[in-house]
């Protein structure tokens, strides 16, 4: 059973830092591509990083670009998202998400369950 496990959210205040995780089993994880999703409130939600089955290939928001770092060990079934100098406008559920490719495209198949960040003073 495919499961993805969000985890590394919480409070940060701007210009504070966070690592989230997501833990993936039930499928050959080291064959897709990964992305990182948000959602805030009343917003819709917004493609924010991609990474590669290999992790030779990246991809950023404009809105995170220089801050956010996307990587995986696929030794571990584990993506990260290191984010840096949060701002209130990254607070959102922040959600991993599996590709139905090798290469990030624009076909995310199947979501975690979400990981909260809020960045507040």
């Known amino acids: 059973q495919l499961q993805l496990v969000e985890s590394g959210g919480g409070l940060v205040q701007p210009g504070g830092s966070l690592r989230l995780s997501c833990a993936a089993s039930?499928?050959?994880?080291?064959?897709?591509?990964i992305h990182w999703f948000r959602q805030a409130p009343g917003k819709e939600r917004e493609g924010v990083s991609c990474?590669?089955?290999?992790?030779?290939?990246?991809n950023y928001a404009d809105s995170v670009k220089g801050r956010f770092t996307i990587s995986r060990d696929n030794a571990k079934n584990t993506v990260y998202l290191q984010m840096n100098s949060l701002k209130p406008e990254d607070t959102a559920i922040y959600y991993c998400?599996?590709?139905?490719?090798?290469?990030?495209?624009?076909?995310?198949?199947?979501w975690g369950q979400g990981t909260q960040v809020t960045v507040s003073s």
């Open positions: 998400v599996v590709d139905k490719y090798f290469y990030c495209s624009d076909s995310p198949s199947y």
């Open positions: 990474i590669n089955s290999i992790g030779s290939g990246t």
């Open positions: 039930g499928f050959t994880f080291n064959a897709y591509a």
